[in-house]
């Protein structure tokens, strides 16, 4: 078996650290809470793809990048120095850019083409979000792709790509989880048998890729789902799938950066970059639309490790039979019959020269719901896995007991020794407790994550709630599947029911009943456009101003329902 820890000093890690726009109970102000500090079981989000990337050995300078607008530079670059997550991770540290004209919506693709993000990347990089879980070990993929996507010397074509999706579907389930519409066909057979731990048996060749929302807008639209026959000439048996959801493993070859460069429209990586490529390896003609042509036909000769790409997939490479004529050699008598054409002459102008291969993007579908893969990018997602992760046994159990190899996300110990637990309290094993939190007598907690410096009051109830840092909770609050946000607080007596959210810093009344699904948020500055509309109302209606009814909550927030 190849050595790891020498796979990946060829690859740079990019991680997008986005807005968070489904997150928006939490992420409402990304200047001083952005989506990529947002706690999954007492941990920082960013930390989860920080211990994958240093797991598989990327550690080197400038090997993992983070890429964040410049409104939330100043809180991540604060947190990378003083959470005690993150300042734990080893050394060297990840830098940190933000490029000039990047916002909350900037696409994807567009990230990629800013000068200062091409700057940072000087050799075959992968591009990952800040939500990413993963428990599949990354030098698996890099041991992947440098198998069956990069080649080997002389290969006639350059190095593919390898995307990651996995399933929706199983023990990890949750509702309303965004899925993406997968077509593959099935690589050659290989030569050598797979070893045991081999990603190989579940690893295809993309033809397309698209949104399940796109795909609904093409048969709503088509009143069918429209198949070229293109697709079934190349590819006589393929495979569709509809329940998997894009993981945005993006594992990219160096020239990757002069593909988006030809192509100024596409906007985001999955949909455009993964998809037309993915469709350039049948569909007739989109070879030169988008301008694979002339880089497939020539070497990238952009930064010093084009040299990569180009001396593992030289286009002058020459075989022996090109220098040496070795039928002169041989002995055995060639017929000239052997020189007549099989097949009746054409007419030169119906010749159709071939094309250059497009190399291949390589889809590596993740068979089962474990090892566990997982974008936490809603609510729900925030929850399930964070009560996922707080149920894993501990990595420094009590007593040596034999015991699996734990989980890389496994916390050292369930409650931290700092934690302060009254007598009379039951608190279930599957339920993680941060520093510096005071639990009072009576109360009861089941499946939850409690996070740094919290306040449970005596005699409250939680079930499979999160509780973010610096949260106070009052006596006999009764939460049920609930996600409280940093420094809120929950008034004696309130009862918050399932896919309940409260804002970071909200203040729910005390013996405030909500609904299931209620989210609890305020709105800054209502006022002053309150009184903004009803000043222009005035000067309108000769001076008689509008009212407005704001049902405000403590500090003259609004509930909204």
């Known amino acids: 078996m190849p050595a790891r820890s020498p796979a990946s000093p060829d690859f740079q890690a990019l991680i997008l650290c986005g807005p968070g726009l489904s997150f928006n109970t939490f992420t409402s102000t990304p200047e001083d809470f952005p989506k990529a500090l947002v706690p999954i079981a007492n941990r920082p989000m960013i930390w989860y793809p920080l ?9 080197t300078a400038e090997g993992i990048t983070l890429i964040t607008p410049q409104s939330s530079r100043k809180v991540i670059e604060d947190a990378l120095s003083r959470n005690p997550h993150l300042t734990s991770l080893p050394h060297p540290r990840a830098d940190l850019i933000s490029p000039e004209g990047l916002s909350q919506n900037t696409g994807t693709a567009e990230i990629l083409r800013f000068p200062e993000v091409q700057a940072v990347i000087n050799g075959h990089f992968m591009v990952l979000p800040c939500d990413l879980i993963s428990e599949l070990a990354g030098i698996t993929l890099l041991e992947t792709w440098m198998v069956q996507a990069a080649g080997t010397i002389g290969s006639p074509t350059l190095p593919g790509a390898l995307g990651v999706w996995f399933p929706t ?15 593959t066909a099935q690589l050659p057979p290989s030569t050598v048998f797979p070893h045991a ?21 093409i048969t709503e639209d ?14 006589g048996r393929i495979r569709t799938l509809t329940t998997t959801r894009d993981a945005h493993i993006y594992l990219f070859p160096y020239w990757t950066l002069d593909f988006i460069n030809q192509n100024p429209t596409f906007d985001s990586i999955g949909e455009d970059i993964v998809g037309w490529w993915a469709k350039a390896s049948w569909q007739d003609g989109l070879v030169p639309k988008l301008g694979l042509d002339k880089i497939l036909s020539h070497p990238p000769t ?3 490790t084009s040299s990569k790409d180009a001396e593992n997939t030289s286009q002058t490479y020459t075989t022996i039979e090109d220098e040496i004529d070795l039928l002169s050699m041989s002995s055995t008598h060639i017929s000239n019959l052997l020189t007549l054409p099989s097949t009746p002459p054409t007419s030169p102008n119906k010749q159709k020269p071939p094309g250059p291969t497009v190399p291949p993007f390589l889809a590596y579908i993740h068979p089962s719901p474990t090892p566990l893969i997982r974008r936490i990018d809603t609510p729900a997602l925030l929850l399930h896995t964070s009560l ?37 309290t039951t608190i279930s094993a599957d339920t993680l407790i941060a520093a510096n939190t005071t639990i009072a007598q009576h109360s009861n907690i089941k499946n939850c994550v409690i996070g740094a410096g919290c306040t449970i009051g005596a005699g409250a109830r939680l079930t499979r709630c999160v509780v973010m840092d610096e949260v106070e909770v009052g006596e006999k609050v009764v939460m049920t599947g609930a996600v409280v946000g940093s420094r809120a607080r929950v008034g004696k007596g309130c009862v918050l029911l399932e896919g309940t959210e409260v804002q970071p810093g909200f203040c729910v009344e005390e013996g405030t009943e909500g609904g299931k699904g209620e989210k609890f948020m305020g709105f800054e500055g209502l006022e002053d456009d309150v009184k903004a509309i009803g000043g222009e109302e005035e000067e309108d209606m000769g001076g008689e101003g509008i009212e407005m009814d704001v049902d405000e909550g403590e500090n003259g927030r609004e509930h909204m329902m």
């Open 169 to 183: 579907k199983g023990e990890h389930a949750v509702k309303g989880e965004e899925t993406n519409f997968v077509i």
């Open 388 to 424: 996922h992760l707080a149920s894993l046994p501990p990595s420094t159990p009590p007593t040596p007991t034999p015991t699996p190899t734990p989980s890389p996300h496994a916390h050292p110990l369930k409650y931290h020794p700092t934690a302060s637990i009254a007598p009379r």
């Open 197 to 217: 731990d081999s990603l190989r048996p579940n690893l295809s060749k993309l033809v397309y890729a698209t949104t399940t929302d796109t795909l609904n807008d």
């Open 51 to 59: 211990d994958w990337c240093q797991r598989m050995s990327i550690t």
């Open 302 to 304: 952009t930064s010093n």
């Open 222 to 235: 088509k009143k069918c789902l429209p198949i070229r026959h293109g697709l079934l000439r190349k590819h």
